[in-house]
Each structure stands twice: as structure tokens, then as C-alpha cells.
């Protein structure tokens, strides 16, 4: 990995967008940007089919942080706003090395707060706002929401968490077990976290490892997908049971054989589908009216 740079690594993560399947059957898609703290921030709005006010999700996309944009991930937002009737917002947050640590979790909170501010001109429902990511993106959505709870943020209805990294001291025993599993190993993973932190210290900081963090009560409910041979299936796993001891509605989702990605790759794989439905459908009955 020490050879290989981001600029590398972003042209390769492409690759993956080729397997995630056939577009879906939406009202419309449409490129937009909206204030950032740090500029202009691009999203992308994808509408369904049907009469709104829709529910809205947040989606950032993974990338340890540092690969992945809008594009990687948009036949799985389209997939999700068909599915969940839903007006799906993903963000193209910075990305690190460019912009470190804080930089993507400060686009991702001011993202939010923009998009619950306008929801009714974005055709959405501003009181049913669920946040949803995956890997890099579910960090981002699980901090978002640890944020949002503690400085009377947006009310955020749920929060879906796809194979989430969300403790960079990577201690987990999942770490050594997968450490050369296909598409990301424990090399790979510690290569996205030094270009990500600005230091050692910032992986001990809860809103760079929301597991560390102190108190769980009153976050929304989640849905938290792992996969069996993931380097992150431990911590993943870990946050639902501190979510859960705190009293938070939460259901945890292990898709035996499957690889970190495996979401993404619902053009070739069977539970990619099936883990796609277990999302629009969680989606559905959490923001329903």
C-alpha cells in the first residue's frame, strides 16, 4: 500500500461501481451544491417515482476517506430511493489527504443541517430525515448522529450503518482474521486512517471513532449490516451492542461469506440485493408517516 497513491486508488475503487447493477426507475436526478464550511459542496438528488413530501436520507458514500465520490455510489442511492421512497442527498464530502481530519465529518454535519433546512424545496419531509452510509460513510452518518444529539441538531429518525468503520485503533480481532481479505485488508485500512488523521491522537477522538464514545442514549435506531470476513465486522458489530446496552433501538445484520463491499456489488451478488432490501425496507418502516 505504501506505493500506491490515492489518486491511484481512486481510479481503481471505479472499477467497483461497474458491479453494482442496473440503474432504477426514478422521478429524476439532479447535481446541485449547497454551502460548505469550507465552499461550495456537492450533492446529488435523486427524487422517486410518486406524491411527496418524501422522507429524506443522507447518504455518504465509503472510501476509507480518502477514494469514492458521488459517482461510486450512485446506482446504490438510486437503488435506495426507489426502494425506500425516498429522497436520497449524497454528499461529496473532502477527502482526505487533501483535506484531513475533521474536514469530511464538518462537510457531513453541515450537509445535514442544509439539507433538514430546505428539505420541503428538495421535495422531502424535513420531520422524517433518516442518515445512511457506508464504510467511511457509515463513520460519517454515526457521527453526524452523536452530534446532532449532543448540540440540538437536526432531529434524525434513524440511521443506517453499512459495514461502518468506527474504531481506528483497529484492535479488533476481525482486523487480524481479515487482514487479506478481498477488497479490503488490514494494510488497506491502515493506509486510509494515517492519510485521514492528522496525528495518533485524532484515532482516540470519539468523532473520528464514534465506539469511543461516551454516552450512546438517545441516538436514533439503526440498522448495522456487516460482513462475515470484513476486517470491520467486530467493531461494527461492537457499536450495535453499545447502542443497544444504551437503550437504543437497533438491529445488527451479518451476511455470512460476504466481503467488505459486498453492498456495492449488487449486480453480481445475491445478498448485495438482499442487503439492499433489508436497507429500503428498514428505511420504509422507520420514516414512515
Known amino acids: 500500500m505504501g506505493d500506491i497513491t490515492p489518486t491511484e486508488m481512486r481510479e481503481g475503487y471505479k472499477l467497483v461501481a461497474r458491479m453494482s447493477g442496473s440503474p432504477a426507475e426514478l422521478a429524476s436526478i439532479e447535481d446541485r451544491v449547497i454551502p460548505g464550511p469550507a ?30 465520490s458521488i459517482e461510486t455510489h450512485d446506482i446504490v442511492c438510486q437503488h435506495l430511493a426507489a426502494g425506500a421512497e425516498a429522497v436520497v442527498v449524497s454528499v461529496e464530502y473532502r477527502l482526505a489527504p487533501e483535506h484531513k481530519f475533521p474536514a469530511a465529518l464538518d462537510d457531513s454535519i453541515a450537509a445535514v443541517a442544509w439539507i ?16 445512511a452510509g457506508d464504510s467511511a460513510g457509515g463513520n460519517l452518518a454515526a457521527g453526524v448522529c452523536h452530534q446532532s444529539r449532543s448540540a440540538g441538531g437536526p432531529p434524525i429518525r434513524f440511521q443506517l450503518l453499512v459495514y461502518p468503520t ?23 485500512m491502515s493506509w486510509f486512517h494515517d492519510h485521514y488523521a492528522r496525528s495518533p491522537e485524532d484515532k482516540l477522538d ?30 461494527g458489530e461492537e457499536y450495535g451492542e453499545k447502542l443497544r446496552a444504551a437503550g437504543v433501538g437497533v438491529t445488527v445484520s451479518r451476511y455470512d461469506g460476504m466481503t467488505h463491499a459486498f453492498f456495492q456489488l449488487g449486480g453480481v451478488l445475491e445478498d448485495g440485493q438482499r442487503a439492499m432490501k433489508e436497507s429500503v425496507d428498514a428505511l420504509r418502516a422507520a420514516l414512515a408517516r
Do not use: C, W
Request: charge should be negative; proline fraction near 10%.
Open 39 to 68: 465552499g461550495e459542496l456537492p450533492i446529488r438528488l435523486y427524487t422517486p417515482n410518486g406524491q411527496g413530501p418524501f422522507p429524506v436520507v443522507v447518504f455518504f458514500h465509503g472510501g476509507g476517506f480518502t477514494i469514492g
Open 116 to 131: 433538514h433546512a430546505h428539505a420541503a424545496e428538495l421535495g422531502g419531509d424535513a420531520d422524517r430525515l433518516a442518515v
Open 206 to 235: 470519539p468523532r473520528m471513532s464514534p465506539l469511543l464514545a461516551s454516552d450512546f442514549a438517545g441516538l436514533p435506531p439503526a440498522l448495522i449490516i456487516t460482513a462475515e470476513y470484513d476486517p470491520l465486522r467486530d467493531e
Open 166 to 188: 468506527v474504531d481506528a485503533r483497529m484492535g479488533h480481532p476481525s482486523i487480524k482474521e481479515n487482514a487479506e481479505a478481498l477488497f479490503l485488508g488490514e494494510d488497506t
